[in-house]
């Protein structure tokens, strides 16, 4: 009884996590997904979207004085991308784990950005850096209504 309370109390997190468009142009989509699907977390929400400068220099805010900026939010607008809500606990640095370091030079192999992409302004993948900043996101880039409150059949079978 009393590990299975402890359990239902621990904190279930999501994360926003976005396939750019790199990743959509080089048909990683099914890839990319399936590494946090396989993984054992909640997709919660998906689709496929060209996002606005307005959208990606709010995304990106906290970069705005970064040199690189305005060659981001060309990159992030240039195409469509797969916008993902992620959800589970320990989702945020696991995800970030799976997607690995900025620069895909320095990514570990068995790491999406090690694996498949080799350099920093073209990282294929996006991944929210804290809880906080999942939330903001998810809210950010799903209205509501496109996410989907479900039940995994093989929940037991991922956590005691
Ligand atoms: P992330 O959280 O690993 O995605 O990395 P950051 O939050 O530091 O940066 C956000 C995104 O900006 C990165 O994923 C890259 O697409 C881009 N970026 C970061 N640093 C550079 C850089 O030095 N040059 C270029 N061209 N893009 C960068
Ligand atoms: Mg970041």
Known sequence: FLPHLVAS???VDQTYIMVKPDGVQRGLVGEIISRFEKKGFKLTGLKLFQCSKELAEEHYKDLK????FPKLIDYITSGPVVCMAWEG???VP???KLIGATDP????????RGD????????????SDSPENGKREVALWFKE???CDW???QAPWLRE
Do not use: D, M, W
């Open 105 to 112: 030079l320095q990514a570990e192999p068995g790491t999406i």
């Open 89 to 91: 606990v320990g989702v």
């Open 94 to 96: 696991s995800a970030r």
């Open 9 to 11: 109390l621990e904190k």
């Open 151 to 153: 039940t995994p059949i």
């Open 145 to 147: 209504g496109e996410l």
């Open 116 to 127: 498949l992409a080799v350099q920093t302004g073209r990282n294929i993948v996006h991944g």
């Open 65 to 68: 004085q970064k040199p690189f």
